[in-house]
């Protein structure tokens, strides 16, 4: 290979490392929050300086630097201060990972100014032949060089023994092939030596790029993921209309597919009574556990009814916060952590997620934190929205003083309940209710009075029908109720009963007692029109309201 091709070939493959090496560092700094891990976001952070110098160095390089030796030594110089910063910074992102980080962010800026001040002083000296690093002899030269190479390969040994074993560093297979290749340049240089050298730079720096290329692809694809999983997570919730068994089965499988290598299990409780959780969403690597009953419940500790914050707990304390045995079916042994994510409303504990981890020396890092926080944000909005969304609803169909349903609602299922009648030759009767002499309640007692005597009188009605039937304030005093599938035989001993009792709380709760009168209609004996049916029921309401009129304060009707 000519000299010309060589040097051509040296300086492309310098460019691409430069290039590569600035592209993880934008990654690292821009989108470090991101990654799963922070050992990019440390490992940008240290040498931006370096690299800088480097990439001017490059760009400047001429044809004569193989011939002349200074200029050797000087690119040595700094392709032994890169590799060394980039490997060790590796090891520390690793071993190191909270405290390197919490450390840089205060300390960044100054360590890039050292490292540039250092390197630029002494590559100028080395540059320029005034300090002899390499040249005093060829013996030091070789010794030196030998030095900081063993340095180099020690540090690579060091991450090739974490990129099997540590758990951080195993999450992310592009680190480990970036290892396994950079290994194998080094490898090539100590073997080929002078003629291993341009082999070593191409595989290296081509290492640095698919290290940078995976990365961005990787953030690309966690976004992409992320974006389309929220996507259909919104389709879904809306289409199951913010219900809260379906809603947090895709919010839990959300975040499971965002952190099931560091949490193969989660389970997300919900309140069901008093202090009890009911198990709604089980989520385990292990598809044979996926058949654990969704019918567990467990019962919470006043400890656990007082977290408001994400905890982390080893497996046997969290055990002791919970009063159920089945719950160790769910705390299996090789667990050894579960993090704790409480989901409150209004300041009470309503639900919770365990994510169950099985390291030991499991460290919550802000990533993680900062995920779990979404989800229990998320979660908190979510019961919210539901809950408005439940108030919007029963305003729109129950009536505000009394609880049971309003006019709208009791015409809607009227037409419903007419055309199932008419589907199944089935009867169905109405009944018309009108409290006696309201005015005259209001004007002697007052409108506070009056009130609690319409809600006494919903509270009645709703209390002794049936489930099926429906209950309904019209409007004033006037109440009415569908009895669904029967006769008016049947009814008429219910309505007694319903009389009974409002004539007999009204004496002891009210200042006076007071009746109601009723009129009753049967679909279809009586009429097959909705309007002559309500017609029928109101004219037999006022007609009994005429027989009750000695009943008034002053002996005068409504």
């Known amino acids: ?30 989108l470090g929050k991101e990654l799963k891990n922070t050992l990019i976001y440390s490992f940008g952070k240290i040498f931006l300086s370096l690299v800088i110098l480097k990439f001017l160095y490059v760009l400047n390089l001429e044809k004569d630097v193989i011939n002349k030796v200074e200029r050797v030594q000087a690119l040595v110089f700094l392709n032994i201060t890169l590799k060394f910063l980039m490997i060790y910074a590796l090891i520390f992102s690793v071993l190191c990972q909270e405290k390197l980080k919490k450390f840089l962010e205060k300390t960044a800026i100054l360590i890039n100014i050292g490292i540039t001040m250092i390197v630029f002083f002494v590559f100028e000296k080395i540059r320029n032949s005034k300090y002899l690093v390499f040249l005093t002899s060829q013996i030091t030269a070789t010794n030196v060089y030998i030095f900081c190479e063993t340095v180099v390969a020690i540090g690579i040994l060091i991450l090739l023994y974490l990129s099997f074993t540590n758990f951080y560093f195993k999450q992310t297979k592009s680190f480990r092939i970036f290892v396994l290749t950079f290994a194998a340049g080094e490898v090539f240089l100590a073997i080929l030596k002078r003629r291993g050298i341009l082999y070593t730079e191409a595989i290296q720096n081509g290492a640095l790029l698919y290290l940078f290329i995976a990365i961005f692809l990787a953030v690309a694809m966690q976004r992409f993921r992320f974006l389309h999983s929220l996507s259909k997570f919104s389709t879904e919730v809306l289409k199951e209309r913010l219900d809260v068994q379906k809603s947090f089965e895709l919010l839990v499988e959300f975040v499971y597919e965002a952190y099931s290598k560091i949490f193969p299990r989660m389970c997300f409780y919900y309140w069901h009574e008093d202090d009890n959780y009911r198990l709604v969403v089980f989520k385990d690597e292990d598809k044979q556990n996926s058949n654990i009953s969704s019918d567990l419940q467990i019962k919470a500790s006043q400890e656990l009814l007082q977290l408001n914050r994400i905890n982390t707990f080893t497996i046997e304390d969290f055990g002791r916060l919970f009063d159920c045995e089945t719950l160790e079916t769910v705390n299996s042994e090789i667990f050894k952590i579960a993090v704790f994510v409480p989901v ?12 169950y981890s099985k390291l030991k020396d499991f460290n919550l890092t802000d990533e993680i934190k900062d995920g779990l926080t979404i989800f229990m944000n998320f979660s908190q909005a979510l019961l919210f929205q539901i809950d408005r969304i439940e108030k919007i609803k029963n305003l729109s169909t129950e009536d505000e003083l009394t609880g049971i349903y309003n006019r709208r609602y009791f015409m809607k299922e009227l037409i419903l309940e007419s055309i199932s009648a008419d589907r199944y030759k089935s009867k169905f009767c109405i009944a018309f209710f009108d409290m006696d002499n309201l005015k005259l309640l209001n004007d002697f007692y007052g409108h506070s009075v009056g009130d609690k005597a319409i809600r006494m009188i919903g509270r009645i009605i709703r209390d002794n029908i049936r489930k099926t039937d429906i209950p309904a304030r019209l409007g004033g005093d006037e109440f009415a109720v569908i009895f669904k599938n029967c006769s008016k035989e049947v009814i008429e001993d219910r309505i007694s009963t319903i009389k009974h009792l409002i004539e007999k709380e009204s004496e002891q709760q009210l200042p006076k007692k007071i009746k109601v009168s009723c009129g009753i209609a049967v679909y279809p004996d009586d009429t097959t029109s909705l309007d002559e049916l309500l017609k029928i029921a109101d004219l037999r309401m006022y007609e009994e309201k005429l027989k009750n009129k000695e009943g008034d304060f002053d002996g005068k009707t409504k």
């Open 1 to 30: 290979m000519s000299s010309q091709l060589e040097f051509c070939l040296y300086k492309l493959f310098e460019m691409v490392g430069v290039v590569a090496i600035s592209g993880i560092f934008i990654v690292s700094v821009f």
């Open 344 to 355: 409150l409303m209004y300041n009470k504990l309503v639900g919770f997620l365990i994510c």
